[in-house]
């Protein structure tokens, strides 16, 4: 039975370049081409492409707020990042990180990450040599930094009602931490697990869900019990070319009831492709078989498709298709764009 696409909106980002993209690590940061990105809007069944105003040159990696109303991006202008807050059609958007307090220490604020009920935010602050995560409302008032003597950290994800934050970093070789938010210091959640990126609570806050640098998908509860294997075969890190040295993080994405994870996964042959498996490691299945390298999965609000990148011909373009890859549904074509659709979000109709 074909699925409705109905599900809701698309927000993202098209990254541009000039000749062939190539990053690699440098002092300081990363060097890429010079780079252009811009955001667009979608609806799910591929009607009313527009473009969303722009503040600044570049607007990546959009999320947006569980009631539709706002969305989130990282904009980078004179060299520093910032995260911007508009509503969901882009307008009336304003600069909400790094705050006044925060400015004068750090230059530079991204990967912005909201609890599920919407009341707080968690991001990064750089001073282009170290980071630290920051703690604020979502609105970006009354932030302030987590932990601010434990070292480098980021990669952080709030729990549903935003009391507790785990994250990683080079602080202990991406070894998981978990904190309250009330708390000074964290603890060390896999202390024999370095390599551990992408944590995030299940909406049940009982369970966080990771990936790690050995390929596999992971499970632990918050106070350390139950460390299990889900799946194997993950790919860790998303490229836009062979000549990509400083790939991204390609997150795996919990279902919004929390009893499925979608995550991107290297077969024994061909590019690899989306994958689902339940929380208690049964029931894998590959979820396209596409001739791209596929990336970056998420769920529709109502957990019935997921979202996508796939590559067509040398650019990654936006795809939906049915969550449980069954039926007559094949993976559903969004976009035809010239860049490279590089992150996205899901915008729950309100």
Same mark, same amino acid.
């Given at each position: 039975?074909?699925?409705?696409?109905?599900?809701?909106?698309?927000?993202?980002?098209?990254?541009?370049?000039?000749?062939?993209?190539?990053?690699?690590?440098?002092?300081?940061?990363?060097?890429?081409?010079?780079?252009?990105?811009?955001?667009?809007?979608?609806?799910?069944?591929?009607?009313?492409?527009?473009?969303?105003?722009?503040?600044?040159?570049?607007?990546?990696?959009?999320?947006?707020?569980?009631?539709?109303?706002?969305?989130?991006?990282?904009? &980078?202008?004179?060299?520093?990042?910032? +995260?911007?807050?508009?509503?969901?059609?882009?307008?009336? $958007?304003?600069?909400?990180?790094?705050?006044?307090?925060?400015?004068?220490?750090?230059?530079?604020?991204?990967?912005?990450?909201?609890?599920?009920?919407?009341?707080?935010?968690?991001?990064?602050?750089?001073?282009?040599?170290?980071?630290?995560?920051?703690?604020?409302?979502?609105?970006?008032?009354?932030?302030?930094?987590?932990?601010?003597?434990?070292?480098?950290?980021?990669?952080?994800?709030?729990?549903?009602?935003?009391?507790?934050?785990?994250?990683?970093?080079?602080?202990?070789?991406?070894?998981?931490?978990?904190?309250?938010?009330?708390?000074?210091?964290?603890?060390?959640?896999?202390?024999?697990?370095?390599?551990?990126?992408?944590?995030?609570?299940?909406?049940?806050?009982?369970?966080?869900?990771?990936?790690?640098?050995?390929?596999?998908?992971?499970?632990?509860?918050?106070?350390?019990?139950?460390?299990?294997?889900?799946?194997?075969?993950?790919?860790? &890190?998303?490229?836009?070319?062979?000549?990509?040295?400083?790939?991204?993080?390609?997150?795996?994405?919990?279902?919004?009831?929390?009893?499925?994870?979608?995550?991107?996964?290297?077969?024994?042959?061909?590019?690899?492709?989306?994958?689902?498996?339940?929380?208690?490691?049964?029931?894998?299945?590959?979820?396209?078989?596409?001739?791209? =390298?596929?990336?970056?999965?998420?769920?529709?609000?109502?957990?019935?498709?997921?979202?996508?990148?796939?590559?067509?011909?040398?650019?990654?373009?936006?795809?939906?298709?049915?969550? =449980?890859?069954?039926? $007559?549904?094949?993976?559903?074509?969004?976009?035809? &764009?010239?860049? $490279?659709?590089?992150?996205?979000?899901? +915008?729950?109709?309100?």
């Amino acid at each position: 039975m074909a699925i409705s696409h109905r599900a809701g909106m698309l927000v993202y980002s098209v990254r541009t370049w000039p000749g062939v993209y190539y990053s690699r690590d440098v002092a300081g940061g990363v060097e890429t081409p010079p780079l252009s990105s811009a955001l667009w809007r979608i609806n799910t069944d591929g009607s009313h492409r527009e473009a969303l105003p722009m503040v600044a040159p570049r607007a990546e990696h959009p999320i947006a707020g569980p009631d539709g109303r706002w969305i989130y991006w990282q904009s &980078e202008n004179a060299g520093r990042w910032q +995260i911007i807050r508009a509503n969901s059609d882009g307008r009336e $958007a304003q600069v909400i990180a790094p705050g006044a307090g925060l400015a004068n220490c750090w230059s530079s604020a991204f990967g912005a990450q909201l609890s599920r009920n919407g009341s707080r935010m968690v991001y990064t602050v750089s001073n282009g040599s170290t980071g630290r995560i920051v703690l604020a409302g979502a609105d970006g008032r009354d932030a302030r930094v987590l932990a601010p003597e434990f070292g480098y950290t980021y990669m952080a994800s709030l729990d549903t009602n935003a009391t507790r934050v785990v994250f990683s970093g080079p602080a202990r070789d991406y070894r998981l931490l978990v904190m309250a938010v009330d708390q000074d210091e964290p603890g060390v959640l896999t202390p024999d697990h370095p390599d551990c990126y992408g944590p995030q609570f299940t909406p049940d806050g009982r369970t966080i869900v990771f990936i790690r640098r050995d390929g596999g998908l992971y499970s632990v509860a918050p106070d350390g019990s139950g460390l299990r294997q889900i799946a194997g075969g993950v790919q860790v &890190e998303f490229f836009l070319s062979p000549a990509d040295k400083h790939g991204s993080t390609d997150m795996p994405a919990l279902s919004p009831d929390g009893t499925r994870v979608a995550f991107i996964r290297r077969g024994p042959a061909g590019p690899p492709q989306v994958a689902v498996v339940n929380l208690d490691g049964t029931n894998l299945r590959m979820i396209t078989r596409l001739p791209g =390298t596929c990336g970056r999965p998420a769920w529709s609000p109502d957990g019935n498709i997921l979202a996508f990148v796939s590559f067509v011909d040398d650019r990654p373009q936006l795809f939906t298709v049915s969550a =449980t890859g069954e039926g $007559a549904d094949a993976p559903r074509p969004l976009t035809q &764009e010239n860049g $490279a659709v590089y992150a996205f979000c899901w +915008i729950s109709e309100h």
